[in-house]
Structures are given as C-alpha cells and as structure tokens.
C-alpha cells in the first residue's frame, strides 16, 4: 500500500511539474488617461500617449504637446530617453526629435537623402544614434543624430518585422516566422528563441518577455523554459507596458498601475 502511494505521488508530481502558479501583482494607483494609444511611462512618472493624432506627456504638473498636422499619422513614440524623445511618421519616412518639453530640436526626412532609404522601424541606441531598418534593402542601420552618418550593420534580414524593441545596445524583433532575434551595435545577429504568436509584446530581458493574448498578460522565461500568467483586475484592455517593477494597464478609463515582482 505504502508502494502504491509512493508511485501516486510521483505520479502527481509529474503532471505538476513546471506548472507554475499565477502572479497576483498589487495595485498602487490609477491615472485618468483618454488616449487613442498609449506609449508608456519614464523614470519621472510622465506618462505619453497620443491623442486625436497630437503627442501628450502628462506629469503631475500637467499635459505637453506636440503635433505636425503635415506629417500625417504618428507611427511610433519612443522614451527610452525621456530628454530624447523619437516620433516617427512612416508615411513620410519623417523622425522628429523632442526635447522634455516636446519642443522639436531636429527633423529627419530621410527621402530628401542623396541616397533615399525607406524606413519601417525607428529606436533610441547609444551617444546619440538612432536604431534604423531600410525596407528597401532588408538592412539594420545606425543613424548619428550629430553628423547625420548613416551606417549599415549587419546583413539582410530575411522575413518581415511584426514587433520590435530597442535599447541602447540591441535592436530586438519578432519576425512573421515565430523567432526572436537581437542585433548589437556591431551587426551580430543571433535568435535568441521561437515565440508564437500574440497580440502584443515586451521584452524585458535578455531572455524573458511579456506577452498579451486572448486578453491574458503572461510572462515567458526562456531561461526557466515557464510560462506564468499574470493575474489582473482588468477583464478588458488595450495596452500595457512594464518598467522598473511597475506595470501599467491600459484600458478606455485610464491606466491602473501595479507593483509586480517578476520570476
């Protein structure tokens, strides 16, 4: 008897495991944000996200703004470096460079280059470069906001671009073939795993990452191989986006913010 309940044990112990149980994160407050999209938050609690087409940073003290009615659609705000802030217009292979107060300080329309390149994916990198993808020739570029150098690095990427992320030492994708690949300054490219397919995304580490889909946020360590779903009031929402233990959701009522401690 005692045999058989070893061996139910174990049983149950197999089926158990790597199952892991969800993460209940703590609700700290909550930002009355209207937006048609929402690009995240800095260091400083602003929050950015646009609105009727025009760009807004909202701080405790108040609300910022920027629009170009001539460029057409925002495409992408990026804030990785707050007193750098990059909107790209894609339908005008347009960047323009906001200070913190989104005063424009630079603008780049790379169609009236001597060699015109067609961009798809624009991101902060280091010393004052910018991450580029040319869709023309399928190649990664740095970009120096300085000197207005444009350099190629590494060789063409097969396939499509469905996400990307950036920071100051990698450009990092998801391509229509299900991989994950990260690009560093010097053009070296290595998959880093195979990711199904989603409804949104954020990388949040070398080989971890959060992932919305069918309306449930997971997180995905590919180090510990588990995938761990993160447990939130929200039944519905458009957007979230993670930052120094805070995860901010986004749904039609504003943003609730949570204090989450990530495996």
Known sequence: MKKQHFLIFLLLAFITKGTSQEIIPMA?????????????????????????????????????????????EVTKVDILNPLKII???ENFNTIVVLDNQLNEVDRINLSERARPIVITAVGVA??????LFNSVDQKLALYDLKS???QEIGVPINGQINYYQTD????????NYGQW????????IR?????????????????KILILKDNALFVRDFITN???????????????????????IFTNEGNTNYKINLP
């Open 28 to 72: 700290v407050d909550s930002v009355s944000i209207k937006a048609d999209n929402f690009f995240g938050f800095d260091g400083y609690k602003n929050y950015y996200y646009i609105k009727n087409n025009v760009v807004i940073k909202k701080s405790i003290t108040g609300t910022m703004q920027f629009q170009d009615l001539s460029l057409g």
């Open 87 to 89: 909107v790209f217009y």
């Open 126 to 131: 280091d010393q004052d470069k910018l991450w």
């Open 148 to 150: 207005k150098y444009y």
């Open 168 to 175: 100051y030492n990698y450009f990092q994708w998801l391509s």
């Open 181 to 188: 690949l990260s690009c560093d300054r010097y053009g070296k």
């Open 191 to 207: 998959t880093v795993n195979e990711l199904d397919r989603a409804d949104a995304y954020q990388i949040i580490g070398p080989n």
């Open 226 to 248: 588990k995938q761990t779903k993160i447990q939130i009031v929200e039944k519905s929402f458009r957007n979230f986006y993670y930052k120094d233990q805070i995860l901010s």
